[in-house]
């Protein structure tokens, strides 16, 4: 995607007062978004969430798609500081996979530029192309690890790696998409648990499966 917005990984002093502008229209827009979809939001409604005048939002983005955009953007990168970050925590690639999925989890709870991000992928039109972008590298990122899984005899399934990565990235949003909307309110920990409990017992070795529902439990149940 064209960068269309100061990241502050890069940014100089001079530019903070910028980049504190921009921030601010993002975290209205996230607010617009997640209320009323993309195609719902005004650009005078994200004006009013993010007390930047129109003009002012105008400077720095020329339209509404540019600050879906930059929404999204924003999304990735934090998404992908935390999952490197989850990463770090461990060398076995299984359980990297479910602290990974945890600390998503925190991100979608707690970060409502990620939530509106992630809202963003499953809109039509003309974003869907950075929706794609960003689901393509999900998948493969997922692959890598799979196959480390399966080197080393953690995962057991005739189903392949990309089969596999598919079906984890729809469990996953699937359920924060249907936690976000019933009526119910499904608790988002407790579902991600549960899908992690149908993996296991679906595709990891058989007397490696208690080690890694016990790690779900000490991740998904904690206060």
């Excluded at 929404?71 to 999952?83: F, G, S």
Aim: glycine share 6%; charged share 25%.
């Amino acid at each position: 995607m064209e960068q269309v917005y100061m990241t502050r990984r890069h940014r100089q002093p001079a530019q903070e007062r910028g980049q504190k502008t921009q921030d601010a229209i993002l975290a209205g827009a996230a607010a617009a978004f997640q209320e009323s979809g993309f195609a719902g939001a005004s650009l005078s409604k994200i004006s009013a969430l993010s007390g930047i005048s129109q003009g002012s939002m105008y400077f720095h983005f020329k339209s509404k798609e540019q600050i879906a955009l930059a929404v999204m953007h924003e999304q990735h990168v934090r998404t992908y500081e935390k999952i490197e970050s989850a990463r770090g925590e461990t060398s076995d690639p299984f359980e990297q996979m479910i602290r990974t999925s945890r600390a998503l989890c925190d991100l979608l709870i707690n970060d409502a530029i990620v939530r509106a991000g992630m809202e963003l992928t499953l809109e039509n039109g003309a974003l869907r192309e950075e929706s794609y972008a960003f689901y393509d590298r999900w998948f493969a990122r997922l692959e890598v690890i799979l196959e480390r899984a399966r080197q080393e005899g953690t995962v057991d399934s005739p189903l392949s790696d990309t089969q596999l990565s598919r079906t984890m990235v729809g469990y996953f949003t699937g359920s924060d998409l249907v936690c976000r909307n019933s009526q119910e309110e499904p608790e988002f920990l407790a579902a991600i648990e549960v899908m992690w409990v149908v993996l296991i017992s679906a595709i990891v070795a058989q007397d490696q499966r208690e080690t890694y529902l016990g790690i779900c439990r000490e991740l998904f149940r904690a206060s």
